[in-house]
């Protein structure tokens, strides 16, 4: 089974608009972490958000935030006020187990966002 | 403060040659990991270094090595390069302490590999 999920073909947004990316996730460890990346066409992963299994809140950095799920097994994330410079590559990522001595994330297949003016 | 940093950019080999694709980390980092992303597999995990010592390996084969220096700065090697072996091959550093702290991978803008 597929431990990240990213099933959305293209996404389209409207400039200024809210977008919600989905990423379900698989795995039996109580502990992971759970994160969001942009590539653009530059190449470079950007990293965007993080949250944690035992956040007790979903992560927020600016304009992004994540709907964490819990027992749904879902992190979405969710880009307010879109903007041009958000179409991009974005990928769901996951590290299995507690920090420190593990850092392998295993990433989803990635969504293409694309904003219109 | 400077990003990942990744050398070369672009890189052409041919079949059966042998490549090292270095990176450099953010100053404070002692933590890099090496990703292969291609079309057909999307982002793989290949290895990752602490403090000199390889800490965690991903499903590639012995083709595929690595190390690090005093300095956190890595090297990726790749003997005997085949086809398949065209990819973008992403650093990552992160100052990971502890259990709790250094969650977030930076990345470098990558060394597009093809292998002609």
């Known amino acids: 089974a597929q431990k990240i999920t990213q099933t959305q073909p293209g996404m389209f947004v409207q400039e200024k608009e809210a977008v919600t990316l989905d990423c379900t996730y698989d795995?039996?460890?109580?502990?992971?972490?759970l994160f969001w990346y942009k590539q653009p066409s530059s190449g470079e992963m950007i990293f965007l958000i993080y949250?944690?299994?035992?956040?007790?809140q979903n992560a927020t950095e600016g304009r992004y935030s994540l709907n964490f799920q819990k027992a749904r097994k879902s992190a979405n994330l969710v880009i307010s006020a879109s903007q041009l410079g958000d179409s991009a590559m974005y990928f769901c990522?996951?590290?299995?187990?507690?920090?420190?001595?593990?850092?392998?994330?295993?990433f989803g297949k990635g969504i293409t966002l694309s904003v219109r003016p | 403060k400077a990003g990942v940093t990744q050398t070369p950019r672009y890189l052409i080999k041919t079949r059966g040659q042998q490549v090292t694709l270095s990176c450099s980390p953010i100053?404070?980092?002692?933590?890099v990991s090496w990703y292969q992303q291609t079309p057909g597999q999307g982002l793989q995990f290949l290895f990752e270094?602490?403090?000199?010592?390889?800490?965690n390996k991903g499903n590639f084969p012995g083709r595929f090595s690595g190390r690090q220096f005093s300095n956190s700065r890595s090297e990726m090697n790749v003997s005997t390069l085949e086809l398949g072996d065209s990819a973008l091959y992403l650093c990552?550093?992160?100052?990971?302490?502890?259990?709790?702290?250094?969650?977030?991978?930076?990345f470098g803008s990558g060394t597009q590999l093809s292998v002609l």
């Open positions: 990552a550093s992160s100052n990971r302490q502890g259990a709790l702290e250094g969650e977030k991978l930076f």
């Open positions: 270094y602490f403090s000199e010592t390889q800490r």
């Open positions: 990522a996951m590290r299995e187990g507690a920090g420190g001595a593990n850092s392998k994330l295993t």
């Open positions: 949250q944690g299994s035992y956040d007790q």
């Open positions: 100053s404070g980092h002692r933590s």
């Open positions: 795995t039996s460890d109580p502990s992971y972490g």
